[in-house]
């Protein structure tokens, strides 16, 4: 399926599933440790964590719908990814992922569904359902130049007042040291896209 649109001919390459493979193993690793054995927590998630799954949940829900299931594995790649590097072993976060993964992975799913403490299986369960709340973004990192060169990049929530952010850049650390002293002769701020220094 990662090879490609459904419907379209492709070369069979075993390759293909050692890479399959070593992703599973890694998604394993978010409920599983070799070491410490089980490590699924009852933790509160982040804003961040709840994006990933969010989105998550809305791309595999879309692609299943247009069987699309090339880019629904890609998604779960990148979800894994992306939860990996946060180090996230939430219960909140991993359960609507192994509900998500069942229609592509269903036999590694219904043995984490049931190390998940449930006693039926994984495919009486309800699919997640999408709550846009937690993928509006809030914020905008802008590019901060200083004449005209990108040197650094900031972030602020979208409702931000044009003066707080000229002041919030000003007074950044790293932008001090292009400053050497000297006072800006202009700060372009535009909306959404980018801050520009002059000198």
């Not at 069979?12 to 440790?33: C, M, N, Q, S």
């Not at 309800?126 to 060169?149: C, D, H, L, M, W």
């Amino acid at each position: 399926m990662f090879l490609g649109p459904i419907d379209v001919s492709k070369p069979w390459d075993t390759k293909g599933i050692e890479g399959v493979h070593r992703f599973l193993k890694k998604l394993w690793r978010l409920y599983a440790d070799e070491q410490q054995g089980w490590i699924v927590t009852d933790e509160t998630p982040t804003d961040a964590e709840l994006k990933i799954i969010h989105k998550t949940i809305k791309k595999i829900a879309d692609d299943i719908e247009k069987f699309s299931f090339n880019t629904a594995v890609s998604q779960f790649m990148i979800c894994v990814n992306e939860l990996a590097s946060l180090q996230c072993h939430k219960r909140a976060i991993l359960e609507p992922l192994v509900l998500c993964i069942t229609p592509f992975a269903p036999h590694i799913a219904e043995e984490l569904w049931h190390l998940l403490g449930h006693e039926n299986t994984i495919t009486k369960a309800t699919f997640p359902q999408y709550e846009e709340r937690y993928v509006v973004e809030n914020s905008k990192n802008y590019p901060v130049a200083i004449n005209g060169k990108t040197r650094l990049e900031m972030d602020f929530p979208l409702d931000a007042e044009p003066s707080f952010i000229e002041q919030q850049v000003v007074a950044n650390e790293a932008v001090q040291k292009y400053l050497e002293g000297k006072q800006p002769k202009k700060i372009i701020f535009v909306k959404g896209r980018m801050i520009n220094i002059v000198m």
